[in-house]
């Protein structure tokens, strides 16, 4: 008989709709681990952390949070803020200090469009589209460099200055792993989205290690594409896309933008990966906390189980993780859904009918 492989997953539900996808999501594994004749479990451990820990506390998380975290095997996050703390606060206190810490530098954020949800692109109803974006998920835009300084002046006085970072070191990695993602897809091509017509320093960097990079891999197509041109080419010809690869910003925004394309937020999973296995790598939904219909049942859960699919492929279980795919796309195809995406179903209903495609 082999021994069971347990998987120890640190929950981190955080705020709003996240403790419900969060919910939804454990289960949904719980039941694919029941499934699995023994082959692997998963030993949950759930943490407080959040806006309202910091409203008790005056804390996001523990001050030793981090060390407490680093010996899981995964994280598993539901989202962060909420109205009486400043987003900023609860962002860079919570989920920037885990990532940042951890070094999870490549953050990965498939488009996927599932059957029985309607696209806002027509091109969609007849063309079949599935795109990936890598972003780098560790400097770039979201440094934390900077300050506010000269309030003294008075009012209308004071300065504030955002710097942006960019390395070889850290364009280098986040591309070589967009360009070995590109080499286990059908479409193998890469597209670097830059800006380098106007920044002239940071962004010149990320062009010349681009082409210094795909050098080394002359099987993969590539393509480097200024991030404006890029949000219209999301839209207009979105069939010409496989992986993209842009830094902390502007993958963040154009994500986003393809997961509205696909659909709704609510459906969009991600993952914050840690490549060399140093430390715990993160997997969330994209979706915010949503305080407008938190604690309603309302919120959508497929993009939580998703990020829950990433979390499998990450251990290995790729069958696995391709059976709740396959659950995700009967559920959406059999028109459960819920209120985002033209439904009526609630998180339960969801969540319930996942549950019980694993186990037809």
């Not at 998920?137 to 440094?143: F, L, Q, T, V």
């Amino acid at each position: 008989m082999t021994e069971t492989k347990t998987f120890r997953i640190a929950a981190i539900p955080a705020d709003g709709v996240g403790t419900e996808v969060v919910a939804a999501g454990r289960a949904v594994l719980d039941a694919l681990a029941a499934d699995s004749q023994g082959a692997f479990a998963f030993d949950w451990q759930e943490f407080p952390w959040g806006c309202d820990y910091y409203r008790r506390t005056g804390k996001m998380i523990d001050d030793d949070g981090l060390e407490q975290l680093k010996d899981f095997d995964a994280l598993y996050f539901g989202a962060v803020g909420w109205p009486s703390v400043p987003d900023h606060i609860s962002l860079w206190g919570l989920r920037l200090k885990i990532c940042q810490n951890f070094d999870q530098w490549a953050n990965v954020r498939p488009v996927h469009f599932l059957p029985g949800v309607q696209s806002p692109l027509r091109k969609a109803d007849d063309t079949e589209l599935d795109w990936v974006v890598v972003r780098e998920n560790s400097e770039g835009e979201y440094a934390g460099l900077g300050g506010r300084n000269l309030s003294g002046r008075g009012p209308g006085g004071e300065v504030a200055i955002q710097s942006a970072l960019f390395t070889e070191v850290g364009c280098e990695r986040i591309m070589r792993f967009a360009f070995d993602l590109a080499r286990t897809r059908t479409h193998r091509k890469v597209s670097s989205v830059t800006k380098s017509n106007a920044q002239q320093y940071g962004m010149v960097l990320w062009d010349d290690v681009f082409k210094r990079v795909a050098a080394d891999y002359p099987d993969v197509e590539t393509e480097s594409v200024l991030v404006d041109a890029m949000s219209a080419k999301f839209v207009l010809k979105p069939e010409d896309l496989s992986v993209v690869v842009a830094s902390n910003l502007n993958a963040d925004i154009l994500s986003d933008l393809g997961s509205a394309l696909a659909g709704s937020l609510g459906l969009a999973a991600s993952a914050n990966l840690n490549p060399e296995r140093r430390f715990p790598s993160m997997f969330e939904p994209v979706h915010g906390s949503a305080p407008d219909i938190a604690g309603q049942g309302l919120a959508n859960p497929v993009g939580a189980v998703g990020s829950a699919a990433l979390m499998l492929e990450h251990f290995g279980l790729t069958e696995q993780a391709a059976r709740l795919h396959k659950a995700i796309e009967a559920t959406t195809a059999a028109g459960i859904l819920t209120r985002d995406v033209g439904g009526t179903a609630t998180t339960d209903e969801v969540t319930k009918a996942l549950i019980d495609t694993l186990n037809g």
